[in-house]
């Protein structure tokens, strides 16, 4: 018999190893370490340090994949150095991955297992190169999971689908035409189109029957007290729950960014940057969730909850026959995540294991 491992143990040795964004060798190097240990066939994904663990069964049947991010955050020291620290929780999510594994060797009879550690979540590149080297290509469904922040889910409880949104941050740059301060007839003012901008991006208006909000965040224009700015740059912080919603807004928001600055003479650019999409969860396997929690933790399945984005909704959009669903493990995170304080009872980790391992041998048991 293998050994079981203990997701609580895994986390707090992977705790200590915390690196950032593609660049996670050791941690990748410890995790390949302990699925080779359990005679698991794995091997770093290609040109990455992403790890994929494979487990076929001796039957055809589906491709389950399930998924763990292994990249930390980067924190300021007041000496302008820089330390990643485990501050969303990735570690734990490795540990439970992990044990998973540990539980599920010897138990696959049909299809086939693929358990994957992906890096660069927080930078959001990881799930898109996953997919670029083709770990997705045959995979029938995907699962991931993430900790919880005490606001959202109790210590102990678990939900079946925790309920991300779309993200946006444009970068909107804002031309006029310099002038000395004194004769503003000659020139155009890029704060005026900066002005005109949020007030046209506040007129817009979508459906209220999905959560969606659009606010600038980051205003700028160089010059001196005296000197009609002639650029502005602006930064705005948009979501939306769905991905129809995110797709209107984003065109209604090219058109008021457009309409606002020619109204008052300025031309404007929009450098959208990377666009992560909202969840599209398979219902089924969210139900699948539910019952594998309500297997392995009576009485502690949770509403559903959420906020912030996730790079593993790139899966989807990517591959859109994929079914995917992604289930909350409440651990009590406090203060919150992606605070460099931040702590939880990883003694709670094993049961986010056992979900992992229940839905799986749903498939391929
Ligand atoms: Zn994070
Ligand atoms: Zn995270």
């Known amino acids: 018999m293998p050994e079981i491992y203990n997701s609580t143990q895994l986390r707090r040795e992977l705790h200590g190893l915390a690196e950032l964004g593609?660049?996670?060798?050791?941690?990748?190097?410890?995790?390949?370490?302990?699925?080779?240990?359990?005679?698991?066939?794995?091997?770093?994904?290609?040109?990455?340090?992403?790890?994929?663990?494979?487990?076929?069964?001796?039957?055809?049947?589906?491709?389950?994949?399930?998924?763990?991010?292994m990249d930390a955050l980067p924190f300021k020291n007041p000496d302008g150095s820089v330390?990643?620290?485990?501050?969303?929780?990735?570690?734990?999510?490795?540990?439970?991955?992990?044990?998973?594994?540990?539980?599920?060797?010897?138990?696959?009879?049909?299809?086939t297992l693929k358990i994957l550690f992906q890096p660069a979540e927080e930078t959001m590149q990881g799930a898109l190169l996953m997919v670029e080297k083709g770990v997705l290509d045959d995979v029938d469904i995907a699962v991931g999971a993430?900790?919880?922040?005490?606001?959202?889910?109790?210590?102990?409880?678990?939900?079946?689908?925790v309920m991300y949104s779309g993200f946006a941050f444009p970068i909107v740059t804002v031309h006029g035409k310099p002038a000395h301060g004194s004769r503003p007839q000659l020139g155009v003012n890029a704060i005026d189109g900066a002005n005109a901008?949020?007030?046209?991006?506040?007129?817009?208006?979508?459906?209220?029957?999905?959560?969606?909000?659009?606010?600038?965040?980051?205003?700028?224009?160089?010059?001196?007290m005296n000197i009609i700015p002639p650029v502005c740059t602006m930064r705005f912080d948009i979501r939306a729950k769905s991905n129809q919603v995110m797709t209107g807004l984003l065109d209604k928001f090219k058109q008021a960014v457009k309409g606002g600055?020619?109204?008052?003479?300025?031309?404007?650019?929009?450098?959208?940057?990377?666009?992560?999409?909202?969840?599209?969860?398979?219902p089924e396997i969210t139900k699948e969730l539910a019952d594998c929690i309500n297997e392995v933790a009576p009485g502690r399945l949770a509403p559903n909850c959420?906020?912030?984005?996730?790079?593993?909704?790139?899966?989807?959009?990517?591959?859109?026959?994929?079914?995917?669903?992604?289930?909350?493990?409440?651990?009590?995170?406090?203060?919150?995540?992606?605070?460099?304080?931040?702590?939880?009872?990883?003694?709670?980790?094993?049961?986010?294991?056992?979900?992992?391992?229940?839905?799986?041998?749903?498939?391929?048991?």
């Open 22 to 69: 593609l660049d996670v060798k050791n941690t990748a190097a410890f995790v390949l370490q302990k699925l080779r240990a359990l005679g698991i066939e794995a091997d770093y994904v290609p040109g990455s340090y992403g790890v994929l663990g494979v487990i076929r069964g001796s039957e055809p049947g589906e491709v389950v994949l399930i998924r763990s991010d």
């Open 197 to 224: 901008i949020i007030t046209a991006v506040n007129s817009i208006h979508m459906t209220p029957d999905v959560h969606w909000t659009i606010k600038p965040t980051q205003i700028k224009a160089d010059g001196a």
């Open 261 to 282: 600055a020619e109204a008052v003479g300025c031309t404007a650019d929009i450098e959208m940057g990377k666009v992560g999409p909202a969840p599209d969860y398979d």
């Open 306 to 365: 959420g906020g912030g984005g996730e790079d593993f909704n790139f899966y989807k959009t990517a591959m859109p026959k994929l079914r995917t669903g992604f289930f909350g493990v409440g651990v009590g995170v406090t203060p919150g995540l992606h605070n460099r304080d931040m702590h939880f009872d990883d003694t709670l980790l094993p049961v986010g294991a056992a979900v992992f391992a229940a839905f799986v041998l749903k498939h391929l048991g």
């Open 146 to 161: 993430h900790v919880r922040p005490m606001q959202d889910l109790k210590p102990g409880t678990l939900c079946a689908a």
């Open 83 to 111: 330390t990643a620290v485990h501050a969303c929780g990735h570690d734990a999510h490795m540990g439970m991955l992990l044990e998973a594994a540990s539980r599920l060797v010897g138990k696959i009879r049909r299809g």
